[in-house]
């Protein structure tokens, strides 16, 4: 059975760091790009970063470069992302999602496999 389920989130102030895992069963990671959502209440979901198959590219969207890695642990078959410099704005559910090809896609109809969802409220 395929799954991935997401870890890590919680209540952090602004300019603090969370790390968030993303740990797959049923199948191998390194096979898939693996892609990083969020989605704010009344907002879409959007498209936060992610990483190719065999880590060939990685993308992250504008607002989160320079604070955001995500990366990748064969052995633990997980996917992280790290966040840094958090500000409020960061505040959403975030998902984990696998597409079943090398490259990365931007939108959510692009990603067959999808987490549960953490979420990270960036707050004072």
């Known amino acids: 059975q395929v799954q991935l389920v997401e870890s890590g989130g919680g209540l952090v102030q602004p300019g603090g760091s969370l790390r968030l895992s993303c740990a797959a069963s049923?199948?191998?990671?390194?096979?898939?790009?693996i892609g990083w959502f969020r989605q704010a209440p009344g907002k879409e979901r959007e498209g936060v970063s992610c990483?190719?198959?065999?880590?060939?590219?990685?993308y992250y969207i504008d607002s989160v470069k320079g604070r955001f890695t995500i990366s990748r642990d064969n052995a633990k078959n997980t996917v992280y992302l790290q966040m840094n410099s958090l500000k409020p704005e960061d505040t959403a559910v975030y998902y984990c999602?696998?597409?079943?090809?090398?490259?990365?896609?931007?939108?959510?109809?692009?990603?067959?496999?999808w987490g549960q969802g953490t979420q990270v409220t960036v707050s004072s």
């Open positions: 049923g199948f191998t990671l390194d096979s898939y790009a």
């Open positions: 999602a696998a597409r079943g090809f090398w490259n990365c896609d931007n939108v959510p109809q692009g990603y067959a496999y």
């Open positions: 990483v190719s198959s065999s880590n060939v590219s990685t």
